[in-house]
């Protein structure tokens, strides 16, 4: 008969596995299967951009205060309506041009400013649901040779993917706690975990 | 009943298995998360190695497919991993080629025959992200080149497969722990606003 302080524990352990199990649930499933469509892009990530929806418009802008690059884009963006992460930014003052990309799952818009007009031009791209799935896997800001988050939802988005590694790490602790005080032991248990471990050994270090 | 054994006990036992295999990747996937996440942190190990340049001469294979024929220049000149991409300017042929713990560039004249092989070998973050980001969508045409990329794809299929059942069969098991349903409702509720409002407000 275990003493109490051990039972206690064997309680909580597995109440935090089932309440963190339950907590994550929908950010396993999404991640899970959105990694299993990013690895098969033909399933349905090609044909989605083959189906993608491209509209472009020229929209009237006012001239902004000379600041950063990002703090440029994104006051356009409030005039032109635009949400999400901005991307890539190229200013050609000899030009009088200024261009950057804005993305967000699913959608990806390129705005082409022309000072010298007070004028943009505004192409929005949508790639349907399926691509919106498969951006959620990835959205964390990065990319566009900048490794910052500028827009709050992403830095949310960001904060659910490092909860659910958190999780997954309590999860898997829980998990094999709750094995080793159950007491079995079987050989089966340990010839399969033992089997996880070393073919994610030989996908690090054996090929 | 099945074996004489209550549902609840044989779909505990594969909980249990499932989740055994599954940890080690599990675990893998949560740690290159968060280094993808937050590449600033310098991931343990990071210090690349030196990359290291010889030239070889090779035969340039015809009539196969770019993909081939370079596989074939790289059994040559003893490089193995993913080709990530062909890069062609008139004769010239980069071939950047991925595996965990190594980057390589082979450079080939084509006319000439000489290639340059420059090897990097990558750190222990690198290495892991390698694995979280493979296959991947991108050049699905020649994605797959290397054989054990095509293993890990099959084996990361079968772990969605078996987060599947994992997660499953879990709700069916706290499902039945009367004392659990409560909070367990309360947190699946939590959970399904949280991340329906961040999905609403990301993608709509």
Sequence with gaps: MPPPWLRSVEVWNQRV????????????????????????????????????????????????????DLQTARALMGQLGLTGEVGSVSADPAADRFAFGVS??????????????????????????????????????????RHLRDWLPTTLWVVAMDGLCVGLFVLVASSLLMWLQAGRLRRLEWAVLGAGVLCCAFFLWGT | MLGGRPPYLWLRDLHLLCGLFASPFLLLF???????????????????????????????????????????????????????????????????????????????????????????????????TYLHRAPGPHVADIRGNWIYTRLWRWLVDALVCLVLLISASGVYLWSVLRAERRTGLVLLGLGTVAFAALVWVLVR
């Design chain 1, 104 to 145: 967000r799952p699913g959608t990806f818009a390129e705005v082409s400013v022309d000072w010298a007009r007070r004028q943009a031009e505004v192409k929005v791209t949508r790639i349907g649901a399926w691509g919106a799935l498969v951006g959620l896997h990835t959205a964390n800001g990065g990319g566009g040779g």
């Design chain 1, 17 to 68: 596995h089932i309440w963190v199990g339950l907590a994550c649930l929908w950010f396993l499933w999404l991640f899970a299967l959105s990694g299993l469509l990013l690895n098969h892009p033909r399933w349905t990530l090609l044909p989605a951009w083959e189906q993608r929806r491209v509209e472009t418009r020229t929209l009237p802008v006012q001239q902004v205060e000379p600041q950063g």
């Design chain 2, 30 to 128: 949560a740690i290159t998360t968060l280094l993808l996440n937050h590449p600033s942190a310098p991931p343990p190990n990071a210090a690349p190695g030196q990359p290291s340049a010889v030239e070889r001469s090779v035969t340039v294979p015809t009539g196969l497919s770019d993909i081939d024929q370079a596989r074939q220049i790289l059994r040559q000149v003893g490089v193995t991993g993913e080709v990530q991409y062909l890069g062609r300017d008139g004769d010239r042929l980069e071939i950047p080629v991925a595996r965990p713990g190594e980057r390589t560039t082979v450079r080939v004249d084509l006319a000439t025959g000489r290639a340059t092989v420059e090897r990097r070998p990558t750190g222990f973050g690198e290495r892991l």
